[in-house]
């Protein structure tokens, strides 16, 4: 049976090796020149009948091809003089059936300079590589710290006291709130104030994965381990974050399958990849968060309740905003020097009526929904100051709701006491009632997922299509 080498043409064997390497030269045991390609005998200046059959360090000046032929080691990137300049040669020893029966070497590179324009061809590729690196480095580090947590109420001190007590241990952390509350700020607060700062902080968000590729992110895979998988295998956000901290964001919504392997990692502090058999070990702090009621998950069996207690040794309730209404002037002003960059602006300013318009709110997207409505009035605002005209329509139309309402207590005790005033009473047709509702419903919708129509429609559990008609309609944009 033929050797595959053997199968291709022996007219080819020439040009293959011209083409794969421009100067070739291969010797026997002896150092006595079998071979030399065209290329190496322009190089050197003599011919291929003049070099083949002659000792090799007789032909190359600065040979070092019969001792490779003899020692059998190989040479790599080695400096070579020839013509005046060094050159850089590869020579490796030929084996067959186990024995050395000769060496072959070429030249990568003629001189010096072959190699710095080699260099600069590769220096920018590697430049970038250098700051792809250094980006995931940065990315792997906490953005903030609990001088970012903004607020001087009790409820919110008190919390804010507490993430800062438990910082320096290395006991998991359960962050319970209402979406946008702040929790993975907390998050990144604890780990900047703990012995673990100047290691990686990984954040992942359970519920954005999808099931199949959950296992996968956490644990990482090794070669092979399915259909697609990255040459080598690949990491784990767990193997990421060895001696650091990993922030799993919304973990109510993770899997139970996958909830009794995240058990076991945690157990035993060590995990094997998709496709592994040996036992990797890891050292990881674990902070989770959650917006749902995982002790109302567990009594309905959606939720391990040995993965809820290895979680749960320290939770934290972050309040909601409309719980701490005081500090919204205080989160908005940070808010606003936040954005301010953004649209190219300075010295922005909150009108004392639109403060307390926002006091009055109930922001049931929290610190969020507050940062949209900012972000909005910025953007129609003419100024330096937000005023009522600038807020979106629902919040602008929070003060008509309060007079109707309190001229609606007025008319009710005016018909207590007959015949005291007449009181003209305007009454909307009940379809434009509805109507200015639905439009109002709509925009707040929007407001509170900044402007994405397919996540508005979700709020208020209707279809796609339908919402988009209803927008049309309305002209909102």
Known sequence: MN???????????????????????IVDRNGMILYINEGYCEFIGTTVEEAVNRPVQDV??????????????KELAALQKINGSE????????????????????VMFRNPEEWRMYKTKIQSLVEE???????????LRSKYTFKD??????????????????????SSVLLNGESGTGKELFAHAIHNSSVRAAFPFVAINCSSIPEHLLESELFGYEDGAFTGAKKGGKKGQFEIANEGTLFLDEIGDMPLSMQSKLLRVLQEKELHRVGGHKPIPVDVRII???????????????????????????????????????????????????????????????????KERLMQHSW???????????????????GKTIQLVHLPLYLRDQETKSKEENDGQSFTRSLSTPFRSSIPLTVQPLKETLAQAEKQAIQKALTMTNGNKIEAAKLLKVGKTSFYDKCRAYRIQ
Request: proline share 5%; hydrophobic share 40%; aromatic share 6%.
């Open 3 to 25: 050797r595959p080498f053997e199968q291709v043409p022996k007219s080819w064997h020439e040009q293959i090796i011209n083409l794969l390497a421009e100067r070739v030269v």
């Open 60 to 73: 190359i000046e600065n040979s070092r091809m019969h001792i490779v032929a003899q020692s059998g080691q």
């Open 87 to 106: 050159m850089i040669a590869n020579r490796f020893p030929i084996f067959e059936n186990g024995e050395l029966v000769g060496a072959i070497g070429s």
């Open 129 to 139: 590589l250098n700051y792809y690196q250094a980006k995931v480095q940065r990315d």
């Open 149 to 170: 947590l903004i607020g001087s109420s009790p409820a919110f001190l008190a919390v804010k006291k507490l993430a800062e007590r438990v910082s320096g241990s290395n």
């Open 288 to 354: 989770a968060a959650t917006h749902r009621d995982l002790e109302q998950l567990v009594e309905e069996g959606k939720f391990r309740q040995d993965l809820y207690y290895r979680l749960n040794v320290i939770k934290i309730d972050i309040p909601p905003l409309r719980e701490r209404n005081e500090d919204i002037p205080d989160i908005a002003k940070a808010l606003l020097n936040k954005l301010e960059p953004k649209f190219y602006r300075h010295g922005l300013e909150i009108s004392n009526e639109v």
């Open 364 to 382: 049931p997207g929290n610190v969020r929904e507050l940062e949209n409505v900012l972000e909005r009035s910025i953007n129609v605002l003419d």
